[in-house]
């Protein structure tokens, strides 16, 4: 069976461009000129992966996000903007977007990020980080304690079947792509996770060193993470990547 895209963009001509070069490619597409629109066929038929328009007339694509988030909706979601400023494509991402891209845009860099996307609502495989991990000495007392149903590692408990996650008693509020890091880093806690092997694991595609994307969702998951007198969890190493560890 075909994917299964929601394409909203208010456009008429970057819409119908998309829908048909979607379609060529081999997704079954609905597509809207507005967040109304958008919202009322989600409810009707969830797609397997939504496509919005931020700036759109009456409800925007923001709004769309909030909305389906707040309802319990995870499908994900592909944000195009043609705001390139920071604290806009935080804003996309704190509405519950997992990814966005920029106007104007290649067709091929869109059917990247979908095939990412859609690639990551398989479960994240366990095993180490790939070719590109650096091991650090975790200390074998503290190994990430893994199941099929949860993860518990450097106080933190995640449950993988029902995409929740704690920092001891206090549950945090993830989205899907924060939650897939955060397990991700819980997985190989105490190896440092080079830059080429998260955007593989997570986004399946590399973005290239000037790509801000993992950037941004590290400080997200840091800002939920970190409390007052607690010790940090995600750690830089400067030059290679990230690292999960309880100091």
């Not at 456009?11 to 629109?37: K, M, N, P, Q, S």
């Not at 919005?52 to 909706?73: F, S, Y």
Request: contains cysteine.
């Amino acid at each position: 069976m075909p994917q299964t895209v929601l394409l909203a963009e208010d456009d008429r001509a970057i819409r119908h461009a998309l829908e048909r070069a979607l379609t060529l490619e081999g997704y079954e597409v609905t597509a809207v000129a507005d967040g109304v629109e958008a919202l009322a066929h989600a409810h009707r038929t969830r797609p397997d992966v939504l496509l919005l328009d931020v700036m759109m007339p009456g409800i925007d694509g923001l709004q769309v996000c909030r909305v389906l988030r707040a309802e319990g909706d995870r499908t994900p979601i592909l944000m195009l903007t043609a705001l390139v400023e920071t604290a806009d494509r935080i804003a996309g991402l704190d509405a519950g977007a997992d990814d966005y891209v920029v106007k104007p845009f290649d067709v091929e860099e869109v059917f990247a990020r979908l095939r990412a996307l859609l690639r990551r609502t398989s479960p994240v495989p366990a095993g180490g980080g790939g070719g590109g991990g650096v091991s650090v000495g975790a200390d074998s007392g503290r190994e990430p304690q893994i199941s099929d149903r949860q993860i518990e590692a450097a106080g933190l408990r995640m449950d993988l079947q029902a995409r929740r996650a704690w920092r001891g008693r206090r549950e945090l509020e993830l989205t899907r792509t924060e939650f897939e890091l955060l397990e991700l880093l819980a997985r190989n806690a105490g190896i440092v996770l080079d830059h080429s092997t998260i955007y593989d694991r997570i986004w399946g595609y590399d973005f290239g060193p000037g790509s801000k994307n993992l950037a941004v969702y590290v400080g997200y998951l840091r800002r939920k993470l970190d409390e007052p007198g607690a010790p940090q969890l995600i750690h830089t190493v400067r030059g290679v990547g990230y690292v999960l560890r309880e100091d």
